[in-house]
């Protein structure tokens, strides 16, 4: 997952409120009539038709798509909206992380519409060697790379892009969540400075005697 926040928010503050999404339904196909999609929702579509006649599919039901059911459009649209990613991770960390000033400066960032680099779960091993950046951090990296290495086969890790810092979550299967910070950006390494020229030798046609 991958949430970059809008900059401008009705009445010029960013909030969980205004950053509400539309409610998401997997796309159905009924069997026999192609070509109409279909929202699907606990095993039939919206407009009634049930499990046994259906397909679903991995993407998103799209209500504005031409070929989507007129009645599953209607009702898609009318489904109530359900919390932003930063809101998700923010009540996440509530009840996953352990209170201290790494997660407070991150539950503030994601209140003020922090970007979600990265949020996902998966083989930890592939999780971290594409998207821990464990060289990053500077604040809580050693518990965060023990984390990452106790983990089993899975785990859930965060990437949260603030102003001028980066945080790294990890949240092991059956562990506490573990939070890392590091600057934005990391300062390019310093080009050595050229050596002194030496000073011109007598006779050696650069002015001298």
Do not use: N
């Amino acid at each position: 997952m991958i949430d970059s926040p809008a900059t401008e928010a009705p009445g010029g503050a960013w909030s969980f409120a205004a950053a509400r999404e539309p409610a998401e339904f997997p796309a159905a196909g009924v069997h026999g009539v192609p070509g109409v999609w279909h929202a699907g929702d606990r095993g039939r579509t919206l407009c009634g038709i049930r499990g046994r006649y259906l397909s679903f599919f991995l993407h998103h039901f799209q209500p504005q798509d031409l070929a989507s059911c007129r009645k599953c459009r209607a009702l898609a649209e009318a489904a109530p909206t359900r919390p932003c990613g930063q809101e998700r991770l923010h009540d996440l960390l509530l009840q996953e992380a352990d209170d201290g000033p790494l997660r407070t400066d991150l539950l503030a960032a994601l209140r003020r519409g922090a970007r979600i680099a990265y949020w996902g779960t998966g083989p930890a091993r592939d999780l971290t060697r594409s998207y821990a950046r464990l060289d990053r951090m500077t604040e809580e990296a050693g518990p965060a790379a023990e984390a990452l290495a106790a983990a089993g086969t899975s785990l859930t890790l965060a990437r949260v892009e603030d102003t001028d810092q980066q945080y790294l979550v990890v949240l092991p299967y059956d562990g506490r969540a573990r939070i890392a910070r590091g600057p934005a950006t990391v300062p390019p390494t310093a080009s050595p400075s050229p050596p002194p020229t030496p000073p011109a030798a007598p006779g050696d046609g650069r002015g001298g005697p």
